[in-house]
């Protein structure tokens, strides 16, 4: 039978519905075993790490940067696990893009590089901001909110998705002929 590089690669990806399932269980050990998961805290936890490398003292005299650990803990190293298992199973998978430009960016925007790349370190930046300033990330307030049956984590998560679905149909609508 020969099949599809298409449909050999869906055989190789876990159903999403098992996968949620299995990362659910996962979020819920990790909470009630840990605590609350936030993943945006590492920026913060690194900045200090590379201030203190630096000879800086600012990671002791900030208020705000003396309440983040001063060495690797649990929570570095999901985040570390995230990047390290989202390129392992991309290899696994052979889903591994090495594109700098993906096609849907193309065929709405073009294929400037600089481009691309601005508007993703806007897009970070900005996500970023907003999650220090809202006091923790998606990971914290969705993740970990709904693991503890927070009504803030169910609300802020219909929030996520009651401004994220129309701002991606907005960006990547059909352009008009």
Not at 6 to 35: C, D, H, M, P
Not at 65 to 81: E, T
Request: proline share 2%; glycine share 12%; hydrophobic share 50%.
């Amino acid at each position: 039978m020969d099949l599809s590089n298409e449909q050999a690669l869906s055989r190789k990806r876990l159903n999403w519905v098992a996968g949620g399932i299995l990362l659910g269980l996962l979020n819920t050990f990790a909470v009630a075993t840990y605590g609350a998961l936030g993943a945006s805290r590492n920026y913060v936890v690194v900045d200090g790490f590379i201030a203190r490398l630096l000879g800086s003292d600012i990671s002791t005299a900030n208020s705000y940067l003396s309440q983040m650990p001063s060495q690797a803990d649990w929570l570095l190293m999901v985040g570390l696990g995230m990047i390290v298992g989202g390129f392992l199973a991309a290899l696994a998978t052979g889903t591994l893009n090495m594109r700098s430009v993906p096609r849907l960016w193309i065929s709405r925007f073009g294929d400037s590089k600089p481009k691309r790349f601005a508007s993703a370190f806007a897009g970070g930046f900005l996500l970023l901001l907003g999650a220090r300033v809202a006091g923790g990330c998606t990971s914290g307030h969705v993740l970990s909110g709904v693991a503890q049956l927070s009504i803030a984590g169910f609300l802020f998560g219909a929030a996520i998705f009651a401004s994220g679905i129309p701002t991606a149909k907005l960006l990547y609508r059909k352009k008009e002929s």
